[in-house]
């Protein structure tokens, strides 16, 4: 069973990573910032329509992604 898990893991890691860089493509392309931003990434608009186009959102979006991988990095990670 944890091999199925593992593949799963690494199957949704490839996704993140080639969605990841399709956008960071189109970014370079289009120079929009809001395509990059990890509120749009994620579809937060879903639930809280505008909110990617917020002011707010473009300064919140970087810490809020710094602040999860610190979470991760430290609970998490293993040393």
């Known amino acids: 069973m944890k091999r ?4 799963l893991k690494r199957f949704i ?4 990573i080639t969605h990841i860089i399709l956008l960071i493509i ?11 931003n990890y509120f749009n ?4 608009d879903l639930f809280i329509p505008g909110v990617v ?10 810490i809020v992604m710094v602040g ?4 991760i990095l430290k609970y998490f990670a293993k040393p």
């Not at 189109?26 to 990059?36: D, E, Q, V, Y």
């Not at 999860?68 to 979470?71: D, G, H, N, S």
């Open 68 to 71: 999860i991988y610190l979470v």
């Open 26 to 36: 189109k970014f370079i392309a289009t120079r929009n910032l809001n395509i990059i």
């Open 4 to 7: 199925y898990i593992d593949a």
């Open 13 to 16: 890691l490839f996704s993140a």
């Open 53 to 62: 186009q917020s002011q707010m959102s473009q300064v919140l979006s970087p």
């Open 41 to 44: 990434i994620l579809d937060i």
